[in-house]
C-alpha cells in the first residue's frame, strides 16, 4: 500500500490511513488464515472518506481492461464531489438542490462554459428546506462569473470535517483478557495479550466477607476495567470463586496497576530486537550501470562501486548529451485517451498513422512513441545542453 503525504496535510493523512485501517481490518475479520502483523485495535472517531481528501479522480487502470478515461486531464487542481447543482442566483445569494449538509467555510467549485475550474467559500448556510439550502458569499453573487440556475456544483472543502480531522481521530488500544480468581486466602490476577504475553500477581491479604455478594462482584469488574491511559483495553474480565470477597476499591486498584506494569515489562522483554545490519561484500547483480540506476551524487555511485558495479552513465536529469533515454514504457496510451488511437480511427473507417507526439518542458524534450501492435506507448526525453 503507498499512501502519499507530499505536500499534504494532517488530515489527508490521517484519512487516508484511517481508511486503509478499516480495509484491512474487515479483510482480516473475513479471511481466518491472515492476521495482522502489529498489536491492538484502533478505534476511529470519524467515517475515513477518500472522497473528502484531496484527489484528482480514480481509475482502475487495467484491472478490468482498457477503459477510454484513464487520466483526469480536466485540471490538475482538486475539483470535489458533485453535490448539487444551482436552483436560482440572487444578488447576495443563490440556492442549491443537494441533499448535503452544507457549512459555513465549505469550499464549492464548478466549471465554467470555456472548461476552467472556478469556485469560492460559503461564508453562510442556511437551510430552507428538505433538499435545499440558501448560499451567502463574500461577494455578491452576480458577479461570481459562470454562477448561473442548472450549474453542476462540487465540494472540496467540507469545512466540518476539516474541524473534525483537527481533533483527536483515531485511538489504537491492546486488547487484554483479565482473570481474578479468589479464595479464602487471596486473590490472584492474571492478564494475556494473545500473543503469547502473559502476567500474573497474587494478593494474600485477608479478604473479608462481602455483605452483597452481587454488589461487590460488580465493583471488582468494574476496577478491573478501568485501564486508563495505559496502552490495553480490556476486551475480556471474569471472576472465578466460590463466595465473593470484598476488598477495598484503593487495594484493588493497586493491585490492577501492578498487574499492567508487570505485563508492560513482560511484552518489553519478549520483544524482538532488530540486530543493526553488518557491513557485507554482496555484489550488485548488475555490473555496468546507465541511467536507469538514478545515481544523482557521489554517495550513490560511492554504494554501486562498493559492490562491484560500475556507473558509466548518471541519472537522467543531470544530462545525457545528445542521447534519447526511454523514461516510461507503459500500456497506457495517449493517442487512445484523445481518441486518435490508429485502432479507434479505423472502427470508425478513418485511417491514422501512429506518428510521434512531443512535448516540450524547458530543456527537457519528450516523445512519445506508439507500437500499435502490442499496444504499448513509450516515452523517450532529451535534455538539451
Known amino acids: 500500500f503507498k499512501i502519499e503525504g507530499r505536500y499534504k496535510d494532517l488530515s ?68 470535489g464531489s458533485v453535490i448539487g447543482s444551482v436552483k436560482s442566483v440572487s444578488r447576495n445569494s443563490f440556492t442549491v438542490k443537494t441533499k448535503e449538509e452544507l457549512h459555513n467555510g465549505d469550499g ?17 448556510a442556511e437551510f430552507i428546506d428538505e433538499g435545499l439550502w440558501e448560499v451567502f458569499t ?14 453542476k456544483l462540487m465540494r472540496n472543502k467540507d ?27 487471596g486473590l490472584t490476577l492474571c492478564a494475556e495479550d494473545g500473543q503469547h504475553h502473559r502476567a500474573e500477581i497474587r494478593s494474600d491479604a485477608d479478604l473479608a466477607d462481602a455483605k452483597n455478594e452481587e454488589r461487590a462482584k460488580e465493583q471488582l469488574l468494574s476496577s478491573l476495567k478501568k485501564l486508563g491511559n495505559s496502552d490495553f483495553t480490556a476486551s475480556d474480565v471474569s471472576l472465578q470463586c466460590e463466595a465473593v470477597k470484598f476488598l ?27 540486530q543493526k545490519a553488518s557491513e557485507n561484500s554482496v555484489q550488485y547483480p548488475i555490473q555496468e550501470l546507465d541511467y536507469h540506476a538514478n545515481v544523482m551524487n557521489s554517495k550513490a555511485r560511492e554504494f ?21 533515454a526511454e523514461v516510461m514504457r507503459c500500456r497506457y496510451c495517449i493517442r487512445h485517451e484523445m481518441n486518435i488511437c490508429p ?8 485511417k491514422v498513422k501512429p506518428t510521434p507526439l512531443v512535448l516540450k518542458i524547458g530543456k527537457i524534450k519528450m516523445t512519445a512513441y506508439f507500437d500499435c501492435k502490442r499496444c504499448e506507448m513509450s516515452l523517450r526525453a532529451h535534455v538539451s545542453e
Request: hydrophobic share 30%.
Open 248 to 274: 477495598p476499591a484503593s487495594a484493588m486498584n493497586q493491585l490492577r496497576r501492578d498487574l499492567i506494569e508487570k505485563l508492560e515489562k513482560e511484552r518489553l522483554a519478549k520483544r524482538p530486537i532488530l
Open 304 to 324: 554501486y562501486e562498493k559492490h562491484g558495479a560500475h556507473v558509466n552513465q548518471e541519472a537522467f536529469e543531470k544530462g545525457l548529451g545528445d542521447t534519447e
Open 159 to 185: 469545512a466540518q470535517w476539516v474541524k473534525k480531522m483537527n481533533a483527536e481521530t483515531a485511538l489504537r488500544k491492546i486488547p487484554i483478557r483479565i482473570e481474578a480468581k479468589m479464595d479464602d486466602r
Open 12 to 79: 489527508y493523512v490521517k484519512n487516508t490511513t484511517a481508511f486503509y485501517r478499516r480495509e484491512i481490518d474487515r479483510f482480516i475479520e473475513t479471511h481466518p488464515e491472515f492476521e495482522q502483523e502489529s498489536d491492538g485495535r484502533v478505534t476511529l472517531n470519524f467515517e475515513p472518506s477518500l472522497e473528502s481528501a484531496f484527489n484528482r479522480g480514480a481509475t482502475d487502470y487495467f484491472t478490468n481492461g482498457r477503459s477510454d478515461r484513464m487520466s483526469a486531464a480536466d485540471t490538475p487542481k482538486n475539483s
Open 108 to 124: 464549492l467549485t464548478f466549471f465554467s462554459d470555456t472548461g476552467e475550474l472556478s469556485g469560492f467559500l460559503i461564508n453562510r
Open 138 to 151: 463574500r461577494e455578491p453573487c452576480v458577479s461570481i462569473p459562470g454562477l448561473k440556475p442548472g450549474l
Open 343 to 350: 485502432k479507434q480511427a479505423k472502427a470508425r473507417g478513418e
